[in-house]
């Protein structure tokens, strides 16, 4: 049985989120000398499924490097990865606001996809999940989206929203895992923490 893993996210929420489940977690975060941003440059003709699986793989690959060259206890190993796409748009985090404003008056009164990989790794042994949900936005004024953008929420975030902050009054429908959706499936996670010893 593993006692805790390490969580190699610098998003709150997912800490957040492994907190809600009971999973006691060591956060396992690059160092400024690693460029983390790198890893998650688009590939000319990549669709999102492929797009999130890599990058999460990629981001395993660092995490377990970083683990080894620190000289830390072994333990299970997490990273996750979410991307939005409108259709087989891939909407990461905005550069600037104006690019934000873009993004949000993309996806306004239109149904998106929210798709999370996850990947967990301890030894050799690696194993990984996706997640795949459905956003449906309602029709945003111009008013409304720079408001949102002026708050400061949408950047850092993938698509330009979360939607457990004030973006959620402009959502109509979710269809999948909410915290899928926030940036760490739970179920998912849960099912692959249990095959590394993990009780959750």
């Given amino acids: ?41 688009v590939q000319r003709g990549e669709s999102p499924l492929h797009y999130v699986q890599r990058v999460t793989g990629l981001k395993l690959d660092a995490a377990m490097a970083r683990l080894k060259a620190r000289g830390l206890p072994v333990a299970p190993v997490l990273c996750s990865d979410t991307t939005v796409a409108l259709s087989r748009e891939i909407l990461g985090k905005p550069a600037d606001p104006a690019d934000a404003m873009r993004m949000l008056q993309a996806l306004s009164g239109q149904t998106h996809r929210v798709l999370t990989a996850v990947a967990v790794q301890s030894g050799r042994k690696r194993l990984a999940a996706v997640s795949v949900s459905r956003v449906t936005f309602s029709a945003m004024s111009r008013a409304q989206i720079k408001a949102y953008v002026d708050s400061g929420e ?43 010893g993990m009780a959750c």
């Fill in 1 to 41: 049985m593993n006692s805790f893993i390490y969580l190699a996210s610098q998003s709150p929420r997912r800490s957040q989120l492994l907190d809600q489940i009971g999973v006691p977690h060591t956060l396992l975060l690059p160092t400024p000398d690693e460029d983390a941003e790198s890893l998650e440059v």
């Fill in 154 to 196: 949408p950047m850092g975030k993938a698509g330009a929203y979360g939607v457990q902050g004030r973006a959620a009054a402009h959502i109509e429908r979710i269809q999948g895992s909410y915290s899928g959706i926030m940036g760490l499936p739970l179920h998912e996670t849960a099912v692959l923490l249990r095959s590394f």
